[in-house]
């Protein structure tokens, strides 16, 4: 009798063993829910009324060195390092679902159009769907340029950590001067902080 009760106790553990396994036991599905983002069209690039991206120049050798993403503009691929080389830049990653970036993005907007073409500031999408990043700008009033990133490659390159919002400042030599992980509390607060970091200063 202990002899079937074990060989009964061995089939239900193999049995156990070999279930297969699938649905909410897989963390992929739960932590990528833009897995299958919908495709952007010319027209609704158009509508979201972007800047261009900043065009590239000569490469530098910074973290940044490498990378290609896309424009959100106008679906352009862009050499991240060659597009910011020349001058000093505050690169903002950010998602559609962050709230915290929501409140962020129109201090950029403002600090940018104070810093004019002293500083290159571009927000980096840190998300696949590229087509709620377009509609999630276009409903903010943003109109600054942006970069798709869907892999989040820039915040690996830099060493950031997997929080949103980051503000990276980039030397022009394309050197990384500072990674901000944090919200900025208004346009003042990031005056200061390129002051500090980049030795830009813009009156606000």
């Not at 829910?33 to 050798?61: K, N």
């Not at 992980?181 to 813009?202: E, H, N, Q, S």
Request: glycine share 8%.
């Amino acid at each position: 009798m202990r002899l079937v009760l074990a060989a009964a106790i061995l089939v239900l553990a193999a049995a156990v063993a070999l279930w297969p396994r699938g649905g909410s036991d897989d963390p992929d599905q739960t932590s990528h829910p833009s897995a299958r983002p919908a495709t952007v069209s010319a027209e609704q690039r158009a509508a979201a009324g972007l800047a261009s991206c900043p065009v590239p120049t000569t490469a530098t050798s910074g973290p940044l060195s490498g990378l290609s993403l896309t424009c959100l503009a106008d679906g352009a691929p862009v050499d991240l390092a060659a597009a910011l080389a020349g001058k000093p830049a505050l690169l903002n990653l950010w998602a559609y679902w962050c709230g915290p970036c929501a409140v962020e993005l129109p201090h950029l907007q403002e600090f940018a159009e104070l810093a004019g073409s002293e500083v290159t500031v571009l927000t980096v999408h840190s998300d696949p769907d590229e087509a709620k990043a377009l509609s999630r700008l276009s409903g903010l009033g943003i109109t600054l340029p942006g970069v798709e990133d869907q892999d989040a490659s820039v915040r690996t390159a830099v060493g950031a950590p997997a929080v949103l919002p980051v503000s990276v400042l980039v030397r022009a030599d394309g050197t990384i001067a500072g990674v901000e992980v944090r919200t900025f509390a208004d346009v003042a607060d990031i005056a200061d902080t390129v002051a500090d970091k980049l030795g830009v200063r813009i009156a606000v």
